[in-house]
Structure formats: structure tokens, C-alpha cells
């Protein structure tokens, strides 16, 4: 399967630059999802990869080869839109095979391409049909069965899910998943959501306001994001931020505000270094690092605004002074709203940023 490198690639509208110079290396057979919220350029740049949008600097190579010039049929790869993009009047066989068609492969190739990709996707029993007569998710497997009967070594999917009901979209999550272990190609794939980004991707690429925040795995981005902005945005429920002030007593590093004081463990504290005075900080804090038991760590009293029973667990919306701070504990803990109880914070798994940068100290 071919690499693809994006190379300082820069995209301007007149005199608005949307793209600021994007530089990305994808391996062989990997799966790379662009997150992001609305206008950040993750579809942008898939765009300009497929050859929808001219490059307006820069260069994109794939296999070493500059292909920004090409137009998108000589490119070696197919896209999955994010409307369903299928012809009414044709059933579920000639939509998938319309490619084929239109270059005039052997008949009985082609029909063995669809059968083999519609035995991947479940869609054996509904080849007959029309995209009338079909549900919102049989749908979307049949544009990616187009897609794939193409045989090309790159997948652009363009939000390909975000269409579908809650439900719908976490079934085809898995699906998406399983069939990503049966063909080896290279996918890249553009989505707002981040836990489509989590379950899915080999590497996720962060984007805002036309940069690129933060690359790497699931794991990497959760646990070691690089500033505030990726912090916020990798994890459900989001990262909690509390203004503070970073101080030094008796040589122990503390952050300080609104209602609340926390020490910094040995191992933060040596990483921060040491603090002249009072340094303007934001103290980051995810909900499952917070725990009914005030033992488990450092105390924190908080206010309880609203408890959402979800089954197995609650998530608590609560206060602390005058900022909102959500945290999930077991349902069994049966903590009321309207009440203020004093938690435990696992101070290890805090992360402390700049509070003008947002960049993690």
C-alpha cells in the first residue's frame, strides 16, 4: 500500500489562508482520522488529498510521487462522501459496480468485485434493491462498497456516519473496525467526533484554526496532550479546567483557586520546575480522575448541580465555586443533586497548563 506525506501544504480562498503550511507523514496500511470542530480544515485538507480542491502551496506525495497536479481519477484511491451520493434508479449491484462499468471492465469481473465486497459488508441478501428500499445504514455500506470494489489503495471517508442515529453509528463503528482488519489499506477518515476518532484510528491528527495541534495514537493523545485545546478535546466526558494559581510552600508546588487547593505530586512538581511567585495557570481534570471517596486522594468539596443516572455509573454535574466541574463515580454511590460532598481527586493524573499559552507545563 502506497505512503502518503503531506509537505507545507498551504490552502487560500483569495486572500484567506484556511490551510497554514500542513506537514504529515502516513504509513503503509494505516488508519488516520482528522479530528476536529466544524472549520478547522480536516475536510479541507482530505479534499485536496482526493483532488476536490486545488493545493494552493505545498505538495502531496504519495509513494514519494508529487500527485497534487493530477486529477482525482489518476490519484489511485477512492472517497466515501458524507450524504450517500447513490444513484435512486439503480439497485444496490449497479451503484456498487458503476465504476467498473464506466471503464468498461469484464462483466464477470465486475461481478465478482461486487459480490466479494457485498459478502464483506453484509450486503449479499440486497443487492436487488434500490437505495429506496434500504435503511440509513445499509446505505452507507453500499457507498463504501463502491468505494472499496474499486480496489484502489487509499480510502478517504469524509464523515461517513454523521447522518446516523446514536445507535446506527455505534453499530457501524464496529463494523467500520472489523472490516479495516480484513483489508489492508491505507484509510483516512475525517470526523468531529472523538470517540469515532478514539475506536477507530491507528493515528489521530488534531486539527484547529488550520494547524495541526497534536498526532499520535488514542492513548498518547489522552494521556500526554500537548496543550490545553487537545486535552479538552480527546476524552468523554471532556476534561474539566479549573483557573488557578501555581505556588510554592514550604517547597511543595500548589495550585490554588476558587474553592479549591491541590498539591502537585513529586513527579508533576519536578517536571514543572521551580515557581517564582505566583505564576496564572489552568489545572486540568478528567471526571473519572475525580472519586466519591475523599481517601482515594486529594480533597476537593464540591457542590452537586445535577446527578445523571446513566446505569452503571453517574455523571455528576457540580460546582466548584463558580465553575462547572463534571465527574463520574458508580450509580452506586447515590449522591443527591443539591448537596455538596467532599471528593477525592487523584492528583497524579491531574495535568497543569499556561494559563495564557494553554500550552501543558
Do not use: W
Not at 178 to 187: G, S, T
Not at 339 to 349: A, D, K, L, N, Q
Request: hydrophobic share 40%; charged share 25%.
Amino acid at each position: 500500500m502506497p505512503t502518503i506525506q503531506l509537505d507545507r501544504l498551504v490552502k487560500r480562498y483569495g486572500n484567506v489562508e484556511v490551510l497554514h503550511g500542513i506537514n504529515l507523514d502516513m504509513d503503509d496500511n494505516e488508519f488516520t482520522v482528522f479530528v476536529g470542530p466544524s472549520g478547522c480544515g480536516k475536510s479541507t485538507t482530505l479534499r485536496m488529498i482526493a483532488g476536490l480542491e486545488d493545493v494552493s502551496d505545498g505538495e502531496i506525495y504519495v509513494d514519494g510521487k508529487p500527485v497534487s497536479h493530477l486529477e482525482p481519477k489518476d490519484r489511485d484511491l477512492a472517497m466515501v462522501f458524507q450524504d450517500y451520493a447513490l444513484y435512486p434508479h439503480m439497485n444496490v449491484a449497479r451503484n456498487m459496480s458503476f465504476a467498473l462499468r464506466l471503464a468498461k471492465r469484464p462483466a464477470d469481473e465486475i461481478d465478482r468485485k461486487v459480490r466479494d465486497v457485498a459478502e464483506i459488508l453484509g450486503l449479499t441478501d440486497y443487492l436487488h434493491r434500490r437505495p429506496g428500499e434500504l435503511s440509513g445504514g445499509q446505505r452507507q455500506r453500499v457507498a463504501m462498497g463502491r468505494a472499496m470494489v474499486r480496489d484502489t489503495g487509499i480510502f478517504l471517508l469524509d464523515e461517513p456516519l454523521s447522518n446516523l442515529d446514536a445507535k446506527l453509528r455505534a453499530r457501524m463503528r464496529t463494523e467500520l473496525a472489523e472490516m479495516r482488519a480484513r483489508i489492508n489499506k491505507n484509510f483516512i477518515y475525517v470526523t468531529h467526533d472523538q470517540v469515532e476518532a478514539m475506536t477507530l484510528g491507528d493515528r489521530i491528527v488534531v486539527m484547529s484554526g488550520g494547524h495541526i495541534q497534536q498526532q499520535g495514537s488514542p492513548e498518547e493523545l489522552f494521556t500526554n496532550p500537548v496543550n490545553q485545546f487537545v486535552a479538552g478535546f480527546i476524552g468523554s466526558p471532556a476534561m474539566n479546567f479549573l483557573d488557578g494559581d501555581l505556588v510554592e510552600e514550604n517547597g511543595v508546588l500548589i495550585v490554588q483557586g476558587d474553592g479549591y487547593s491541590l498539591p502537585m505530586p513529586a513527579e508533576s512538581a519536578a517536571r514543572i520546575g521551580k515557581v517564582a511567585g505566583r505564576r496564572a495557570v489552568r489545572l486540568g481534570m478528567r471526571p473519572s480522575s475525580v472519586f466519591a471517596d475523599p481517601a482515594v486522594g486529594a480533597p476537593i468539596e464540591l457542590e452537586i448541580v445535577v446527578a445523571e443516572y446513566l446505569g452503571a455509573q453517574s455523571v455528576l454535574v457540580t460546582r466548584c465555586g463558580q465553575t462547572e466541574v463534571l465527574v463520574e463515580v458508580p450509580s452506586t454511590a447515590r449522591l443527591q443533586a443539591g448537596t455538596s460532598h467532599r471528593f477525592g481527586v487523584r492528583t497524579e493524573e491531574i495535568m497543569i497548563f499556561d494559563g495564557q499559552s494553554g500550552h501543558r507545563l
